[in-house]
């Protein structure tokens, strides 16, 4: 094990904070790690908004479902798949962008979400911690509205980050065996192995609430998708000119 690979095996969720800031080099550090991800065909499709004002943080915590770490955290950054840029790119050189489809659309989510996991482990790195929220795309309209963004581009997830003040157990992932085939997708040993894992997530909820959950892996995701997953979303995209041809 080298010290890469135990950050990133260490990771956790951090969502309290010490009344610490985040000094301006820090955050640079962070972008600058941000802006060395991968980039499918150096497009480099995404934007990163910092949301320092308090009555927007307020605004977004309360769209993104009432989650208080948003408006507490030190930082906080939204994660942009941007194609307004690159539309702007044509514009220069006398071409034209040809919108609505979904290749674009996959490469500027792709693009944004490898950025923000470069910045989240270059904050670990840094002694800092932090989650996703995805929540903004409860009512993305009004995130847009709020940070004023334009067409040809959607706030994919929001990232609180600070110096934890909460030390949580890692919460164990799936066994490799189910994640990892070879030559082909096939499901052969992964019930048992899926039987195990819940047991195992059963005992880590237990342990954190102190005997008041007791969930487990399969409950819990069985219980997030047999509801509608933001069905505002394709319109939302439609509208906001990812029309997915």
Known sequence: MNETINL????????????????????????????????????????????????????IAHLAGDQSYVEECPLFLVFCADLNRIKNCCE????????????????????????????????????????????????????CKILNIPSGVYPVFGMCIGYPDDAPDIKARLPLEVILKTDEYNIDGDAKKIEEYDAQVSAYYKKRTKGKRSDTWTNQVSGLIDKPQRPHMKDFLDKQGFKMK
Do not use: W
């Open 92 to 143: 220069i050189n006398h071409k034209t962008m040809l919108e609505g489809y979904t290749e674009t659309f996959i490469v500027a989510t792709v693009d944004a979400t490898l950025a923000a996991q470069n910045a989240l482990i270059a904050a670990e790195s840094l002694g800092l911690g932090g989650v996703y929220i995805g929540g903004i795309r409860n009512n993305p309209s009004e995130m």
């Open 8 to 59: 990133l095996k260490a990771h956790k969720s951090i969502r309290k904070y010490k009344d610490q800031i985040v000094e301006a080099e820090t955050i640079k550090t962070i972008i600058e790690c941000a802006q060395s991800a991968s980039t499918s065909g150096f497009i480099q499709a995404y934007t990163i908004i910092s949301v320092v004002d308090k009555s927007k943080r307020k605004d």
